[in-house]
């Protein structure tokens, strides 16, 4: 395992050329996560567009890990139900913790899989999950996916 | 004649130097400010306490429990002597950050009590709202939220000494940042973040000016050059045991007898007591009241161990050692394109924490590379958020080397810095 594993061609990508990184004009709910230790930031908005999938909006500034993460899940996660959202952000909250062991599930996760190395890196982990953990928050602040959520176990 | 530093030598006295990290890497560990590594005579001392004199200190009528207060009581005698303090002036606690709360709660406590039994407090330690306490911009939130909170409890505001871009404390302002209203004055004497060395004499003479007490964050000093704790002029002086080669889990608080004797309790409960009955208790003499509750016998010993280690160096050897590694350093990083140094660039008044950003990469990115390359570094504030705000920038490299680094141990953090601008092309 080296560094270059970790910074796989598709995180370079994202962090050099962020995908819809702009704030929704009307969001139904918003999260601002900090990841205290090393000071990235990252603000996540969500609403529903009239078929009831999800709208995506977020900015923040820090390492390429968490910008890059960003970029990636509002580019896969816009226009999902929000069921299928939730599936993602579990699939990548697991492959997160799976010290680098899981074959991650491209159909579910998109470009996402590339953030695999980084389970085998703790101090980053928290990086890649920034936005998705603001991400849930600002969907629980905006009422969407709560039933979702309450059926849920993970 | 100053024995210069062996860093070969040196470096076979700590085990964990013989190690390698990330596919068979050696380990080059730049991250002392952290916390420093530890040599055998440290470990042997912690292992040879347990092995031969382990027991409860000051209580027990046994020859154990003589030998283990003869080892507590010592290592305070030794631990005092190298900064010059008496061993009744020495308060042991967990880490320097439970020393600076020590003190700050000297005043939330003493302002509680005041209300009740206004004849019980030392009348210096009583706050209120007009009254106000000073900090510097470059506080390590150790030494800035301790404060805060004592602001929050008792109505006194928290004022600070601003800096220059250059990175040192903006001295012109000090006549009027402490003023009438100051009640107490806490400084760093070396940055963690920036690296400089403040002036802490002058500050705390305009302290004494005003009629505030004074007190110095030394966790960055005392591990790195001679410190005699009264030089300072300060009240209160707070450190590490870990940042200076000795285990963790002890910190120290140096204060002036007669500050100390006028200092509420903070943690009460056993072993801080003279007497008790149900209604009421009194307290032990300074430095037992400070130290409730059975205390950290053993980390005292194997920080005694590291005090005489250190003493055999010399820190006059230790702070020249350090001194042309952060020179070097300094020149290293001045030489690549899109490295900006956050702190002072001369290498005056300047201890070996160098911080700095690389244009177009994050810090924990470089750090990464760093990492990869077998260095060991810090990223992010540095426990020093506001001061990286003031800079304007989120987070910074540092590394902060100490007695087993050499200047080619800084030659391959370069190179991972460069690595990690031609990886990400910047
Ligand atoms: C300047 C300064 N003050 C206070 C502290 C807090 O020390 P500790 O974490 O050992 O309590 C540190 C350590 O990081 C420091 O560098």
């Known amino acids: 395992m080296n560094v270059e594993a970790l910074y796989q061609d598709i995180i370079l990508d994202h962090y050099k050329h962020p995908r819809g990184r702009q704030l929704l004009a009307d969001p139904a709910g918003e999260s601002h996560q900090v990841n205290p230790t090393c000071g990235d930031e990252v603000t996540v908005q969500v609403g529903l567009d009239s078929d009831g999938h999800l709208l995506v909006g977020y900015e923040g500034q820090g390492c390429s890990i968490s910008q890059a993460s960003a970029s990636v899940m509002s580019e896969l996660v816009a226009g999902f139900d929000p069921a299928q959202g939730d599936d993602a952000r579990r699939a990548f909250v697991e492959l997160m913790h799976s010290k680098g062991a899981a074959e991650p599930d491209e159909d579910v996760l998109g470009d996402a899989v590339a953030f695999v190395g980084v389970a085998k890196y703790p101090a980053r982990i928290k990086c890649a999950l920034l936005p998705w953990m603001a991400l849930q928050d600002a969907e629980a602040k905006a009422g969407i996916g709560i039933a979702q959520e309450g059926t849920s176990t993970s | ?426």
């Not at chain 2, 380990?27 to 027991?55: H, I």
């Not at chain 2, 308060?91 to 206004?118: G, I």
């Open chain 2, 1 to 426: 004649m100053l024995q210069p530093i062996d860093v070969d030598r040196i470096r076979k006295d700590f085990p964990i130097l013989q190690r390698t990290v990330r596919d068979n890497r050696p380990l080059v560990y730049l991250d002392s400010g952290a916390t420093s590594q530890k040599p055998m005579a440290v470990l042997d001392a912690e292992r040879a306490f347990y092995e031969t004199s382990n027991a409860g200190v000051h209580r027990g009528a046994h020859q154990l429990a003589e030998e283990a207060t003869d080892a507590y009581e010592g290592a305070r005698a030794t631990i005092a002597g190298f900064v010059g303090a008496q061993p009744a002036e020495l308060v042991f606690t967990k880490n320097a950050t439970e020393s600076l709360n020590l003190a700050a709660y000297a005043f939330s406590n003493a302002t509680a009590k005041a209300v009740h039994a206004p004849d019980s407090v030392d009348r210096r330690f009583v706050l209120s709202p007009g009254d106000s306490i000073v900090v510097t911009q470059m506080e390590h939130h150790a030494n800035l939220v301790p404060w805060q909170e004592a602001c929050a409890k008792t109505g006194a505001t928290l004022r600070w000494i601003g800096l220059t871009d250059e990175g040192r404390l903006d001295l012109e302002a000090l006549d009027s940042v402490i003023d009438e209203t100051t009640r107490v004055v806490s400084v760093v004497h070396q940055s963690n973040i920036l690296g400089t060395i403040n002036p802490v004499q002058a500050i705390m003479g305009r302290a004494h000016e005003v009629g505030a007490l004074g007190v110095v964050d030394a966790c960055q000093s005392i591990p790195h050059m001679p410190v005699d704790v009264h030089d300072l002029g300060a009240d209160l002086v707070a450190w590490s045991g870990h940042k200076m080669l000795g285990p963790t889990g002890i910190g120290l608080l140096w204060g002036r007898s007669e500050v100390l004797q006028a200092m509420p309790p903070f943690v009460s409960g056993g072993s801080m007591i003279e007497t008790v009955f149900m209604e009421h208790s009194t307290y032990a003499e300074p430095p037992k009241r400070f130290e409730a509750g059975t205390p950290m016998v053993a980390q005292s010993v194997g920080l005694a161990a590291a005090v005489r280690y250190l003493d055999d160096l010399g820190m006059d050897a230790v702070a020249a050692h350090e001194h042309d590694l952060t020179g070097y350093a300094l020149g290293q990083l001045e030489e690549l394109r899109g490295v900006r140094i956050i702190g002072p660039r001369d290498n005056v008044d300047r201890g070996s924490a160098v911080s700095f950003v690389v244009d177009g990469l994050h810090p924990h990115d470089v750090g990464q590379f760093l990492d990869d390359k077998g260095v060991a570094v810090r990223v992010g504030h540095h426990c020093a958020w506001p001061t990286c705000r003031r800079f304007g920038v989120p987070a910074t490299t540092r590394i902060s080397p100490y007695i087993y680094n050499d200047r080619a141990d800084i030659d391959i953090a370069m190179e991972g810095i460069m690595a990690a601008q031609k990886f990400f092309g910047v």
